[in-house]
């Protein structure tokens, strides 16, 4: 099972190192990692997704919890969050093909961002069940480059990372 | 002004640092510059991983921090098996390291080594010096994180720029203020009454006394808790000498090298109270199959221990001083007289394996190790190596109220020269009692140096069976008696090395002997190693 967690570190070099480094040394598997910095120019948020099983999460949560720089772990809880990614898609096509392709790009909600002779480039940004969805319904034409950019995730109403509820 | 290798001297002066082991190079020289006008004392070790077990036998015999230095490429990555060793058994350390000129970081310069990714896996924290003018925050917050919550070893990697640049003052910090650093100190009100709930209807409870007991200093609490209760106390290798092991109702050591009775009580209880125990591999072997049969209360100041190996039923996070201490006020002896008589029984049954055999040409190591601990003070401090030397220590000295101080986690050999030195230091009043194997104390050897530089009047007894003992006991066992790499076939005549080194020294082939001369060692004030000739078939158990 796929488990999205919030890490809200010190904003300090070395951070992101110490915190996936503790990852691949204890055997666990990132899915994916997006850092930036928060509405605290001195703290900075990570949004890991692994896959694994509740005693992997729960010993991530704590070990990550150990080190000095992370401030808060959060483990997302399933319906309670948004989560989204941004992916530049760089599609093979020919000039023929993209009528197509653009109409794809309209039913899904993508920018075209980039086109070319030979190819076309969409920008998009939703959760990865629809950027699935995108990169299937383009797969006929070819990938030339798929970029993704991690999932970020934020809880939904009032309710933080770094508290309850406000 | 102030340069950043005063600073460096000035932080540890403020820290009430006396003693620093280490061993200098290029990259940490205007440090020493500074060391040289102070009043800490200085160690010169022989090689660095010693440097980082001489501040670790310091730190355990003394309880507080234990520091250490080196310089930076080889220097530093030298420390890391000493600073790994700390990090598994979670003892304080400061480890300084020189680094290159940090304008030439990442340009693979001479002596260059990233000491801080290095040992990213086994240090608590580690700091890269940036700016001269952070070196009193980052020591400030070295030494607590290094001596709060789960203890453990924090290294500090300081450019040679950083310790010759200037910056106008020094003051050094009050205290710490780290966002992501509150270590839980109390345990929860509402757990604490849960496992005393669960302690009053256990009908064969069982205490299981781990390193972090000694750790947290809350040996008295302990003592305190068991003895109200009246529940029987069984402990790992690292916890050890907490209840003095001639105590009624203590059962014994745990695991795969304990004692029968010992394993016999933890397999039969209805209620495990772990304190300060990890429940490692060698502890518990099927620790799932354990927390099935009883319920387990898991006491740790560090959150990440609990449910890591085991299942906890009621686990309590926090200081184990204040959590015992707490149960030792509210609990009441509820213990049923059959299981008292059930371990008791156990214990009664249990015979300590190993005789004296005086015409054999070998002393027996086991029985001497039980003649040892009737002749020593009770306060003695023991430290065993890594190898059959430790178990023999581990199974048959009695611990009194005294400490036995060994590689519990890492099981580095080596570690008991070094950190016996370093305990003698910490208390030079106590006898310090250092046990190692032919091949232990051959990695640490060089220490002898250390030893007579600084005359430390340390006992050293080798047990030399010209083996690899427990690595021949287990290619016997395991690998069809195919003995491979586990003869040392080019020892030195030990007697005459440590007479080269002016260290007094004699053989003993029988327990009479290494019993009559281990009493001419403990009279004498000045270092002694007494070797011991072992059959290479004694076995471990």
Redesign the interface.
Known sequence: MKYTLSVL??NQ??VL??VS?LFS?RGFNIDSLAVGITEDPTISRITIVVNGDE?MV??VE??L????????VKVMQPGLFISCELSLVKVNCNTKQHAEIMKIAELMQAKIVDVATTSLTLQFCDNDERTQTLISLLKPFGFKEIVRAGTLAIEKGAVTARKQST | MISGAEIMVKCLENEGVAIAFGYPGAAICPFYDYLYRSSIQHVLVREEQNAAHEASGYARASGKPGVCIATSGPGATNLITGIATAYMDSIPLICITGQVNSELLGRDVFQEADITGACEPFTKHSYLVKNAADLPRIFKEAFHIATTGRPGPVLIDVPVDMQTSTVSDFSYPLKADIIGYKPRTQGHAMQIKKALAAIGEAKRPVICCGGGVVLAGARDEFVAFAKSSGIPVVSTMMGIGVVPMDSRLYLGMIGMHGHTNANQAMGQADLIILCGARVGDRAVSAPEQMAQQAKIIHIDIDPAEIGKNMTAHIPIVGDIRLVLGSFAEQVTNTVSEEWVEQVLQYKADFVPLGEPDNTSGFVEPRSFMRALSRMMDENAILVSDVGQNQIWAARNFNVKEGRFLTSGGLGTMGYALPAAIGAKLAKPNRQVLCICGDGSFQMAMCELGTLCQEQVNLKIILMQNDRLGMVKEIQGRLYGDRYIATTLNGNPDFVKLAEAYGIHAAVATSNGQAEQLAKEMFATDKAFILVCRVNPDAPTI
């Open positions: 570190v010190e070099p070395g190192s110490k480094g040394r005693y729960e010993q704590k070990q919890n150990k080190l000095i720089p992370v401030i808060k």
